[in-house]
Nanobody
Framework: VQLQASGGGLVQAGGSLTLSCAAS????????LGWFRQASGKEREFVAA????????FYADSVKGRFSISRDNAKKMVYLQMTNLKPEDTAVYYC????????????????????WGQGTQVTVSS
């Protein structure tokens, strides 16, 4: 599966932004999907993940209550709605996909993900 993220930009603190990730290829519904971010000079970190069916979601503590991940398997899309953005949310955001069996837990570590989009920059000004 190939992934392409979009929707990044410059926003003021407290603002909102929605990232989108379009997938191409077959069997989109067989992939768990995740969003990760990497700030300048820091390691890539987990932001949110969603199970194959969309029934289960996971969030980093730093974004709980502010971010929401969703997917549309028919459109082969995954989204990250971000609200109440903070300057510390500034980073390049990546979408990722991991082929998992239905009963497998949804991974939250970047090492489990095999397919990555190119990243989209999110900058939050104070």
């Amino acid at each position: 599966v190939q992934l392409q993220a979009s929707g990044g930009g410059l926003v003021q603190a407290g603002g909102s932004l929605t990232l989108s990730c379009a997938a191409s290829g077959s069997s989109f519904g067989r992939y768990a999907l995740g969003w990760f971010r990497q700030a300048s000079g820091k390691e890539r970190e987990f932001v949110a993940a969603i199970s194959r069916t969309g029934s289960t979601t996971f969030y980093a503590d730093s974004v709980k209550g502010r971010f929401s991940i969703s997917r549309d398997n028919a459109k082969k899309m995954v989204y990250l709605q971000m609200t109440n953005l903070k300057p510390e949310d500034t980073a390049v955001y990546y979408c990722a996909a991991d082929h998992v069996i239905l009963s497998a837990p949804t991974p939250t570590s970047p090492t489990h993900y095999d397919h990555w989009g190119q990243g989209t920059q999110v900058t939050v000004s104070s």
